[in-house]
């Protein structure tokens, strides 16, 4: 830590700079002790705290040996040389990527230094201090996290008590997106668990204002928005940073242990549409039987007033000759015959199945 | 040797640096606070909590400080959360309810909360003993439908002022005391709660069912009267009339099938021509 602080404190030079004016400073022998000072193996004769004078001098002999020494002793001076240049693009690369950072479109980066917040910035290209200076938290502002508020069918997270002391089965989720990246990263521990926490305890609040019928129907939408808004506002006293765009109640029904007796309130209301069906059905037969009774009888008795007796008559003689054609006669002169009524053959005719008495009728 | 004396010196250079560059600078996020101990006692506070300073104005970032002689605590600066367990509340009305409360709390003075309870945990220990009693004394003063209604964010309004007291000795501000369930507790209560619904329906159903049919009922006693209506309009304009038509109708239906016998009586108006007499 201390080392990379102190090249970038010096900032254009390389690190053999940086390295050694720290080195310097502090007195001790340490000079070339960055990441790529591991080469001068060699000893130093004049090493200790000796001036600076002396210093360039020891700099410059070190880096001489450095190039004399790293290929193992072997005598081509010439084939060092690369050390130096690849040391300080490495170290330009990894400037390079540690001292910018992109955004995203959807992001917003949270920049601190040593902890501390410095700025939030937008979507783009940015530089910063290098890495263990400055670091940078992306927060997705624009992308909308939805928080799942059940505990699966019928667990008690989903049982909530109404205002008329009913029991509610109800599932419901949560949109929310975060609406200033350094509150929401700074003031609350658990901001997740906080917004799930915040849901359950706005939820069984407007839940307990309301009736279960209410709940469970027509003002679901309504509850929905006023959790929403409830939620908004608990957040807000937290300074959470975090914009609740909506509550969705995804289920609410009476409990599964009760759901028979509701099902069957559909039903009877179901049951009693069909019986006032029914009813009426049977009010429009009877209204039409009647009708058309009338009207044949009108009809008839306009003929029968324009000759009564005859009509009459005739009307009498035609009923007659239809009814008796098809049962049996017997015409008996009252008074003069002691009447012998054989019921009992009567009856077995009667009892016979249907072609039996039609036969008596033929034979006579 | 002196190939391996001399880095081996660097090497411890450049560790004491390390060492005592560490021991001398620390860095204090924005969410925390810094307690600056010398040789344990407290010193100074670093980044405390302050309502009114934003983000960028505080006191975070990369502190000094006397190496090896002092040492830092860090407390939270942040909201912290408070969940207590559930816990069993007997209503005035003497029915049970289990309640499920959460609180949210901040660390304002991280002095006398480290010299108090020292760590985090033990405050929230403490303070979740402190509200436990608190909500089961206030609760279980109320009637059970009070639990249930609006009221309740006064009566939590009250638990939390009445806390925050007791919180403030240990450097804690409650923030909110929020009931997050508030339940009947399962078995006996749960099931006459059910049993108590379940018949609020039968009944209902039972209600719904009546007056269908009575519904039913008056279009049947309507349509009866709006025939008889009809008939009667019809048919009185000749009641005599009428009675011979329709007695001529009955005789038809009644012996449709020719399963009768009928005895007759040569006196019979049907049998008047029978015998050839001319009686006119």
Redesign the interface.
């Known amino acids: 830590?201390?080392?990379q602080?102190n090249n970038d404190s010096s900032d254009g030079g390389g690190p053999w700079g940086g390295g050694n004016s720290?080195?310097g400073g502090?007195g001790?022998?340490?000079?070339?002790?960055s990441p790529w000072g591991e080469g001068?193996?060699?000893?130093?004769p004049n090493?200790g705290p000796t001036g600076r004078a002396d210093f360039d001098d020891f700099l410059r002999k070190s880096q001489d040996r450095l190039r004399g020494s790293l290929p193992g002793g072997g005598g081509g001076g010439t084939m060092n040389i690369p050390w130096l240049p690849i040391a300080i693009a490495i170290f330009g690369i990894w400037l390079f990527f540690t001292a910018t950072y992109r955004v995203q479109a959807q992001d917003r980066a949270v920049v601190?230094?040593?902890?501390?917040?410095?700025?939030t910035t937008g979507p783009g290209f940015h530089f910063k201090l290098p890495a263990p200076i400055d670091t940078v938290v992306m927060k997705k502002v624009e992308q909308i996290n939805s928080v799942d508020i059940s505990g699966g069918e019928g667990a008690?997270?989903n049982?909530?008590?109404t205002?008329d002391?009913?029991?509610i089965d109800i599932a419901y989720a949560v949109r929310w997106k975060i609406k200033n990246p350094?509150?929401f990263?700074?003031?609350?521990?658990?901001p997740e668990?906080?917004i799930h926490?915040?849901a359950?305890?706005a939820m069984?609040?407007e839940i307990?204002?309301a009736t279960?019928n209410d709940a469970i129907g027509p003002q679901r939408a309504q509850i929905a928005e006023q959790v929403r808004q409830r939620m908004q506002e608990?957040l807000d006293?937290?300074?959470?940073g975090i914009d609740v765009r909506g509550v969705d109640i995804k289920q609410a029904d009476?409990?599964p242990?009760?759901k028979?007796?509701?099902n069957?309130?559909s039903?009877?209301?179901q049951?009693?549409?069909?019986?006032?069906n029914?009813?009426?059905g049977?009010?429009?037969q009877?209204?039409a039987?009647?009708?058309g009774?009338?009207?044949q009888?009108?009809a008839?008795?306009a003929q029968?007033k324009l000759a009564?007796e005859v009509t009459?008559k005739r009307?009498?003689?035609e009923?007659?000759e239809?009814?008796?054609s098809?049962?049996?006669?017997?015409?008996?002169?009252?008074g003069n015959v002691q009447t012998y009524?054989p019921l009992a053959e009567?009856q077995r005719?009667?009892a016979l199945p249907?072609p039996a008495?039609?036969t008596p009728?033929q034979a006579k | 040797m002196a190939l391996t004396r001399n880095p081996i010196a660097w090497l411890i250079g450049v560790f004491a640096i390390l060492v005592l560059a560490s021991a001398t600078f620390y860095s204090v996020p924005e969410t925390k606070q810094a307690i600056v101990l010398r040789l344990g006692k407290p010193q100074r506070i670093v980044n405390a909590y302050d309502a009114k300073a934003k983000f960028g104005d505080t006191d975070a970032g990369l502190v000094v400080k006397v190496p090896f002689l002092e040492n830092v605590v860090y407390i939270d600066k942040r909201v912290l959360d408070l969940d207590m367990p559930q816990q069993t509340v007997l209503s005035t009305d003497q029915r049970l309810l289990v309640v499920d409360a959460f609180a949210r709390f901040r660390i304002i003075d991280p002095q006398r909360m480290y010299q108090t309870v020292g760590t985090e945990e033990n405050v929230k220990e403490a303070l979740a003993r402190i509200l436990a009693s608190r909500l089961r004394n206030e609760l279980g003063r109320q009637p059970f439908a009070a639990l249930l209604s609006p009221e309740r964010s006064t009566l939590m309004d009250d638990i939390q002022q009445s806390v925050n007291r007791q919180a403030a000795q240990y450097g804690v501000a409650i923030l909110d005391v929020r009931i997050k369930r508030a339940d009947l507790p399962t078995g006996a209560p749960l099931d006459s709660a059910y049993a108590r619904m379940k018949s609020a329906r039968a009944q209902q159903a039972l209600t719904i069912r009546a007056e269908g049919n009575k519904q039913a009922q008056l279009v049947r006693a309507e349509a009866d009267a709006n025939a008889a209506h009809i008939y009667a309009d019809a048919f009185g304009r000749d009641p005599q009339f009428y009675a011979f038509y329709r007695a001529m109708q009955a005789y038809r239906e009644t012996f449709k099938d020719g399963t009768s016998t009928v005895i007759l009586s040569p006196n019979n108006e049907f049998l008047h021509e029978f015998e050839g007499r001319s009686n006119k």
């Open positions: 830590m201390p080392a602080f720290n080195g502090s001790g022998g340490g000079g070339p002790k001068p193996r060699r000893p130093t090493r601190m230094r040593f902890g501390k917040f410095i700025e008690s997270e049982l909530m008590l205002g002391q009913n029991i350094e509150l990263m700074f003031e609350l521990a658990e668990a906080t926490e915040v359950e305890a069984r609040a307990g204002r279960l608990i006293t937290y300074r959470a009476p409990p242990a009760v028979d007796a509701f069957d309130v039903a009877a209301q049951d009693a549409v069909q019986v006032i029914q009813s009426k049977y009010a429009q009877l209204l039987v009647a009708q009774s009338a009207a009888f009108d008839v008795y029968y009564p009459r009307m009498y003689l009923t007659m239809s009814v008796l098809k049962v049996d006669k017997t015409v008996i002169e009252p009524l009567v005719r009667r249907s008495p039609a009728v």
